[in-house]
């Protein structure tokens, strides 16, 4: 989340809601050694109990009370609508996670997931503080603080050559995970759709401008 406005969420609350966010990075680094097939059972589990009890508070009213006293604060307006039943971000981050497992190289979801998780609490934490200038849907200062995390990240994830091609197609989907961040608000929810276009923008570069390398999907090439 990336606003020039104050929004739903005082400030206080949105860094502590980043701060969990952030826990989320121990899925790529748990990844990073564990097989493909181990994870997408860990992620299906995980995946179908964030589901359940997203609905159960919808549901039932027991349930309800006690995941609003613990977790009400955190909840977006949009998260709290009754009538749609929308899922909460971290239930997103689950599905995202999976999705991302399933469809992509172990490589490049390492990258994907990592930009989501450090470059969108960095979109949200500079953007609602220092937000000044629109740009498109949200904020100039939150999506070049996006876009220069995620180059970051991109020079300290794994790579499979380590070549200057593989460098230029990461900073590419930084690009493009920027602009699908600022985009995304009343849209599709972020924590979905910038790990998906991070990684599909990766991949479509990695056949059209390096078509020799092999991509192993239960590795990550070193």
Not at 104 to 127: C, E, N, Q, R, Y
């Amino acid at each position: 989340m990336n606003r020039i406005d104050n929004g739903t969420i005082h400030y206080r609350d949105e860094l502590v809601r980043k701060l969990i966010h952030l826990c989320s990075l121990s899925i790529p680094v748990i990844y990073y050694f564990i097989p493909r097939s181990t994870a997408i059972t860990i992620l299906l589990v995980l995946t179908v109990l964030a589901i359940l009890l997203d609905l159960a508070r919808y549901l039932s009213p027991a349930v309800g009370s006690i995941f609003y006293k613990v977790f009400g604060f955190l909840l977006r307006k949009h998260e709290l609508d009754y009538r749609k039943k929308n899922l909460n971000g971290a239930t997103y981050v689950f599905i995202s996670a999976l999705l991302s497992i399933i469809i992509f190289p172990k490589v490049i979801f390492i990258t994907a997931f990592a930009v989501l998780i450090i470059s969108d609490s960095m979109a949200a934490i500079i953007g609602r503080k220092y937000g000044k200038h629109k740009l498109l849907s949200k904020s100039l200062e939150g999506t070049l603080a996006f876009f220069i995390s995620a180059i970051i990240v991109v020079l300290l994830t794994p790579k499979i050559e380590g070549s200057l091609t593989e460098y230029f197609i990461g900073f590419i989907a930084a690009a493009v995970g920027a602009i699908v961040e600022n985009i995304s608000f009343g849209l599709a929810d972020d924590n979905l759709t910038i790990p998906l276009s991070v990684g599909l923008t990766m991949w479509l570069l990695f056949s059209l401008l390096m078509p020799d390398v092999r991509i192993i999907l239960s590795n990550v090439p070193v």
